[in-house]
T-cell receptor
Framework: DQQVKQNSPSLSVQEGRISILNCDYT??????FLWYKKYPAEGPTFLIS?????DKNEDGRFTVFLNKSAKHLSLHIVPSQPGDSAVYFC??????????FGAGTRLTVKP | EAGVAQSPRYKIIEKRQSVAFWCNPISGHATLYWYQQILGQGPKLLIQFQNNGVVDDSQLPKDRFSAERLKGVDSTLKIQPAKLEDSAVYLC?????????????FGPGTRLTVL
């Protein structure tokens, strides 16, 4: 059961422009959402999170937006840098700490 | 602060053989997780420990997979016997607590290839 979906397997953007990664979920019980970044041969690294009671959380170049009515969240990276090239996983937690991941989006930032 | 350690990093075995993976979480982290990540998919939780007790193993194929965390620190995940479809990266993660905003920190993973 795919409760968390990332429908774009890949995204390519130019350095300095905005990267927008999208994620949709189906389970309304999720109360916490996270984005992880993964480089090859490494484990996922926590990037940013948002509680279901908020609609926006910002940390430097990274902003996560949550639209609960649409069951949709997005990660904005502005400005994008070549070092941001990685696979980005969206994850959602339910109150019992069950965390589900999307399949990931591979971001390539071109110099 | 040292991160989550896992070994081995890579393992190649033949089907029906047994294999074991080891994880050492971040010091002081009470909660430990094992995930399976099949190529092209996101990580899927296999088992969650709180100290040395199992909190959730609902997605662990118990006929062939087992895990333990005897002293509430290190953990081992075993597959016996392995099948072709077990080829994946096995990720260990740990967190200080277990809820809400508590962040899970991942190790580098063990890439298992079953031939």
């Amino acid at each position: 059961d795919q409760q968390v979906k990332q429908n774009s397997p890949s995204l390519s953007v130019q350095e300095g422009r905005i990267s927008i990664l999208n994620c949709d979920y189906t389970n309304s019980m999720f109360d916490y959402f996270l984005w992880y970044k993964k480089y090859p041969a490494e484990g996922p690294t926590f990037l940013i999170s948002i509680s279901s009671i908020k609609d926006k959380n910002e940390d430097g170049r990274f902003t996560v937006f949550l639209n609960k009515s649409a069951k949709h969240l997005s990660l904005h990276i502005v400005p994008s840098q070549p070092g941001d090239s990685a696979v980005y996983f969206c994850a959602a937690k339910s109150p019992n700490n069950d965390m589900r991941f999307g399949a990931g989006t591979r971001l390539t930032v071109k110099p | 602060e040292a991160g989550v350690a896992q070994s081995p990093r890579y393992k190649i075995i033949e089907k029906r053989q047994s294999v074991a993976f080891w994880c050492n979480p971040i010091s002081g982290h009470a909660t430990l997780y094992w995930y399976q990540q099949i190529l092209g998919q996101g990580p899927k939780l296999l088992i969650q420990f709180q100290n040395n007790g199992v909190v959730d193993d609902s997605q662990l194929p118990k006929d062939r997979f087992s895990a333990e965390r005897l002293k509430g620190v290190d953990s081992t995940l075993k597959i016996q016997p392995a099948k072709l479809e077990d080829s994946a990266v096995y990720l260990c993660a740990s967190s200080f607590l277990a809820g809400g905003a508590d962040t899970q920190y991942f190790g580098p993973g063990t890439r298992l290839t079953v031939l």
